[in-house]
C-alpha cells in the first residue's frame, strides 16, 4: 500500500473550472521529435506543388453505403479497411453525411500522421460525449478535454499508470481478481454436461475485466465474479455496455433527430447510471479518507487515493476520468483474453510450448511477479500476436488542430480527420508474412519466423503522449490470468465447434460465442 499524506480533505473540492497551471517541460514533444523535417519543410514552404484532399480518391456515400448494406461489411468495417485499400492503396479518401475522412492504412503513413499531430493530440471528436457532460454540468474529462486542458489531466493521470515500478503496486489486487476468476471457471465447468465447457467465455472475461480494473481504479471489489453481482454492479455493467453500444449510433444521427428517435434518451440514461454509480464509489473513498484525517491517522491507499489527495484533479474531474479509465480498461482485457485462449485451444503445439515457459519459470503453481514475468517472452509474444490480429479498436482518430501535415505527398490544412486504419496495417503481408495465421514466434528475436517489421504496423495501445494510459494495467491482468490458466488447465476447443470470426461493434468482438474446454492439469 502506498502511504499518502494529505494537507486537507477540504481541497478536494476544487472548482470545476481552473486555471491551467502546468505547461508541458520543453522536452515532452521528444517523443514526436521524429517527425518529418521533410514534410514539415514542404508544407512551410511550398504546399502548393503537392497534391491536396481533392486528388484523393475513394468511395462516394452511395458506394459506401452499397459496402455496408448490399455487399455485407456493416458489421465488418475492419475488414472493409483492407478491401478499400486494395481498390484505392494506402491512403484514400471517405465521405458520407457531415464527415471528411482521409484514411491512411500502412504502417508508415500512420507513422507520419502520428509524427506530425503537434504536442497535444486530438482523437476523433465527441461532440454527443461534450453535449452530454454540458447537458449535466460535469467536467470535460479525457475523452473531449482538449490541447492544454487534456495534457494537465493526462499529467495527473501518468505516474501512477505508466511506471512500472508503480504498477507492480497493483499486483497483489490483480492476483485476488485472477483468484476469483479461476474459482469461477472451475464452478462453471463442474456444471456442464461432460464437466469441462465453459460456455460463453467472453462475457466471463468481461466480468473479470470488470472486477479488475473497477479494483485497481476505486479501490473496491464489485463482486462481477459472485455467484449473484450485486444489483447496483448489474447496472454499472449494463450502462458501460450500453453506451459504448449507443456511441457510435448517437454520433451518426443528428442533433434534431434528438426527439424522434430513442437513442438519445438511452445514451443519456446509460451516462446517468455509469456517472452515478462511480460518485457513489467515489464520494465513499472521500469520506472514508475524511474520517481518517480526522482521527489522525495516516492516508493509505493506491490510485483512486493519490487522485483525490494529490489536488491535481477537482474531484468533478475525478468522477469523470475514473469512470473513462473505466470504459478503456475493461474489453481490452476480456476481448484479448477470449482470442488468445480461442487460439491456444486451435493449436495445441503453441499451448504446449507456453506452458513449458510457464512451468519452468514458475514450478508447482507458484504465483508469478513482474520479475517472473521479465523471463517469459514467449507469454509476451502470444498477447502481442492476438492484439496485431484483434487490435481492441481496428481504427483511431486523429485531428489536426493545430498543425497542416503532409502525408506521402498530399498536404492536409488544419482540422483534416484522419482514420489511422490499424487492422489494415497489422494485416499486411509485407510487413507480417502470412498475416492471417496466429504465430507467436514472429515476435521472438532470433526464430526462423521473426517478422522483421515497422514499428507502426501494429501499435494496439497507441503511440507518445496519446497513447493508452492504462497499457501497463492491461498487460498485468493479461500476463497474470494467462500464466495462471495455464497452470491450472489444458484449453481444447468444443468438438464440432465452428471458426468464429470478429466483428465490428465499436471494439473488434468475436461475431458468435466462444465455449471452450478447461481439462484440469496432474
Known sequence: MTAIRVLTPKRLAAPLCRPVAMLPPAGARSLKAQSSDLNQQSVTASPGKLKTIDDLHGPSLATTVYWLFVKGYADKSHSLQIAHKHLYGPIWRSRFGPFDIVNVASAELISQVIRQEGRYPVRTALPHWKEYRELRGQACGLHVDTGTEWYRL????????????????????????????????????LRSQDKNTVNDLASELYKFGFEGISSVLFETRLGCLQEEIPKDTLRFIAAANNMLTLSETVLFFPRWTRKIFPFWTQFVQAWDDLFDVARHLIDKKVQQMDEQVQRGEKVEGMYLTYLLASNKLSLSEVYITITELLLGGVDTTSNT?????????????????????VVSVCPDKQLPTIEHLSRMPYLKAVIKETLRLYPVVSGNGRLTVDTEVVVDNYWFPKNTQFHLCHYAASHDENEFPDPERFMPERWLRGMPSYSQHHPYSSIPFGVGVRACVGKRVAELEMYFTLSRLMQQYEVHPVDGSPSIQPKTRTLLIPSKPISLRFIPRN
Do not use: C, G
Request: glycine share 0%; charged share 30%; net charge positive.
Open 154 to 189: 493526462r499529467s495527473a493521470l501518468n505516474p501512477k499508470m505508466l511506471k512500472l515500478q508503480e504498477v507492480s503496486a497493483f499486483a497483489p489486487v490483480i492476483h485476488n481478481v485472477v483468484t476469483d476468476l479461476l474459482e469461477r471457471l472451475e464452478r462453471l465447468r
Open 337 to 357: 483474453l477470449s482470442w488468445t485462449l480461442y487460439h491456444l485451444a486451435r493449436d495445441q503445439e503453441i499451448q504446449k510450448r507456453l506452458y513449458q515457459e
